[in-house]
């Protein structure tokens, strides 16, 4: 077979994946995320009668708690698969990389395994975070003064 | 109201995002870092905080907060302890999400096993 028809036959069964309907899902979840996670600011600022700050940070460890716990149940990467950067924007993404690296090389050991892996993809945004936050802190230091 | 404007601004970023990791090479990793790196560079001059002010739980739920409360805990520091602050105090308001994602993780590697 020639080279060019093959890869016509490839295209013609590769899935076909619309651009702008992978936007707009992204879009979608993303958004019912963010109201989530508004509801459950509201919900834990009244019910446990805190400051919607102290409150704020309740509701990213419940994100963080299910993320995780979904992605070790198994489903939480087909949703990710679904929904792409409508999960992994918001900080499930977060949760749901380093559990998934940790169940993903659990074989491999706790040290080696679990140990080493589980900031393998977090482990960039830790990097970069702390190294812009402390340069632009840096910035404003010199020129606000704190 | 303050639901919508959560719908929106989380809706917004995502959508930037996936329209950025269709069109380029650029993985999610890639992508994630640069919207922490936005985050806190959009907190340099508190800009952020007024988008939470604005917009509620929805500014707080993208990845770009993480940034924002990275500087945010190394700023508070340095208001008392001056260019060593900003190192002490780094941590402080992100490390209830980075230590639950530690635990939680630890926790379900120790119960879960890999789907196949």
Known sequence: ?146 | MIYIYSFLFAGILCLIAQVILDNTKLTPGHITSIFVVTGAALDTFSIYDKIIAYVGGGALVPITSFGHLLIHGALDKAGDYGFIGLIMGMFDLTASGITAAIVFTFIFTLFFKPKD
């Open chain 1, 1 to 146: 077979m020639e080279k060019r028809q093959y890869n016509d036959l490839v295209s013609q069964h590769k899935p076909q994946e619309s651009r702008i309907q992978n936007a707009m899902i992204a879009f979608l979840v993303g958004g019912v995320v963010g109201i989530l996670g508004q509801l459950l600011v509201e919900f834990y600022s009244y019910y446990l009668d805190i400051s919607s700050k102290d409150a704020s940070v309740f509701m990213i460890v419940t994100l963080i708690f299910f993320a995780s716990l979904f992605t070790a149940l198994g489903f939480f990467d087909k949703w990710v698969n679904f929904a792409k950067c409508g999960l992994i924007i918001p900080i499930t993404g977060f949760a749901h990389s380093m559990t998934s690296a940790g169940i993903e090389y659990k074989k491999e050991g706790p040290i080696f395994g679990v140990g080493s892996n589980i900031f393998k993809l977090a482990g960039s945004v830790i990097l970069y975070g702390v190294v812009s936050a402390w340069f632009f802190g840096l910035i404003r230091l010199i020129i606000v003064g704190g």
